[in-house]
């Protein structure tokens, strides 16, 4: 539901004050911006909950603020996409000029009808149609495991949801070409991520080893969405209910339909979003269950209960733990650290002034771990998730899905193909992690830094 936050405009009474300045030295906030996770936490931890890098004049770099408390996330977030555009933040203008206008880059004005369209493909009730194509993923995936074998749980994972993505919407078998589209995804985001980090960057056209990568990686990813296209449009029968929509939809500001190249950036976002951020997800939960078999152990009996037959959207409802051990993995490593909105007028963010075509910065990660906001924020507890615990949290301190008009279109596919296929997994496999931690890595999203390594053992559902 989009939120009006008219009465915090500014002009109201009491005359809101600019955000503090971060008191950390220059260099170490230039250096600590471009690091997502760890940079963010520092500068927040030195300059508060609302703070304020400056790293040259306005018109040259614009000045960031970052947020980290609930009521600034709602304040930013809450806000309509007019005012407060995620498609004029820094980020999605690099990834605008490298990879073309899509749902996530689109300034307001073009981002409202293509959201409009594809809005309906992605309802609650929509998706439950995806979820035979995501378990049967899950049961391929577990279901090629030998007994007592070393797995990376993130390059399965990976393998489960390209494949659950590619069968659903697109009508193609991706998970054959994982490594492809994966190094292509890296490469570009990469390169997207580095100047959106940088105060001042050398022009785009400029041949350095990261541009030459990004536009080789773009190149691949904009040719495999060629194929896709050609091949729904040949294939009359194909179930690729994404590539149709697209085909099918009109561009009200053109009244035509839109053209290849539109349906193929949008179709190299959906693999870019659809996918790595899922993976994660469950990577991250079947490592905790790794480490935590009491829960395990608790969740394998809750899919018992179903008797031994392949998981329905129904069973959702009696997957109560399931959810929570995906609720406690977004928390705890959120694939997207955080959002970023540009306002177009100055507005007023937890009582302090934010100017106009300042960068906004909210930062789930930091968020979800402060120990004002979470009982011991590092633990992992799903039952913090059970509603009798849940009493009194603000919906605005846990965003794993962001919020306002342009959260995350794919949340309820992925919450859905996320549980059918823990759900699987667990009934299928027991599993001991191998690897004591999980290093992050954002050359994005939040991905695992390093294999993730896991011994799985083979269990009957019955
Ligand atoms: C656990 C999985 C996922 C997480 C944590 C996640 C998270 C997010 C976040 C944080 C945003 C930005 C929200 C904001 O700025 O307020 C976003 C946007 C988006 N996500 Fe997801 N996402 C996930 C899965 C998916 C899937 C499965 C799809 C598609 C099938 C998808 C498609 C998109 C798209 C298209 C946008 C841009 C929406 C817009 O601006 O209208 N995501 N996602």
Known sequence: MVEMLEQFEVGASPVPVPVPKNPLPYWRQVKAVRSYIDGIQTLLDAGGPLTRIVLGPKWLVPEIVLIASPQGARDVLGRTDEVADRGRSRTMVEMHALMGGNLLDLPHERWLPRRRTLQPMFTKRHVSRYAGHMGAAAQSVAGGWRDGAVVDLDAECRKLTLRALGRSVLGTDLDQRAEEVGQALRDSLTWVADRAGRPVNPPRWLPTRGQRAARRGNDTL???????????????????????????????????PLTDDEICHELVLFMLAGHDTTSTTLTYALWSLGHHRDIQQRIRAEVAALGERALTPED???????????????????????????????????????????????????????????????????????????????????????????????????????????????????????????????????????????????????
Do not use: N
């Open 222 to 256: 904009h040719r495999l969405a060629a194929e896709i296209l050609r091949a729904v449009r040949v294939d009359l029968d194909r179930d690729a209910p994404l590539v149709r929509a697209l085909i099918e939809a009109i561009d009200p500001e053109t009244d035509r």
């Open 316 to 462: 959702v409802p009696a997957l109560g733990l399931t959810v929570r051990v995906l609720h406690e993995a977004l928390r705890l490593c959120p694939p997207a650290a955080g959002t970023m909105r540009t306002p177009t007028r100055d507005i007023v963010v937890d009582g302090h002034l934010v100017e106009a075509e300042s960068m906004a910065l909210v930062s789930f990660y930091a968020l979800h771990r402060d120990p004002a906001l979470w009982e011991e924020p590092l633990r992992f507890d799903p039952d913090r998730f059970l509603p009798e615990r849940s009493k009194g949290r603000s919906r605005w301190q846990y965003l794993p899905f962001g919020g306002g008009p342009r959260s995350c279109v794919g949340d309820h596919f992925a919450m859905l193909e996320a549980t059918l296929a823990l759900a699987t997994i667990v009934g299928a496999a027991d599993i001991e992690s191998l690897e004591s931690d999980f290093p992050l890595d954002t050359p994005f999203t939040v991905v695992a830094a390093r294999p993730v390594r896991a011994v799985v053992r083979a269990r009957s559902r019955a």
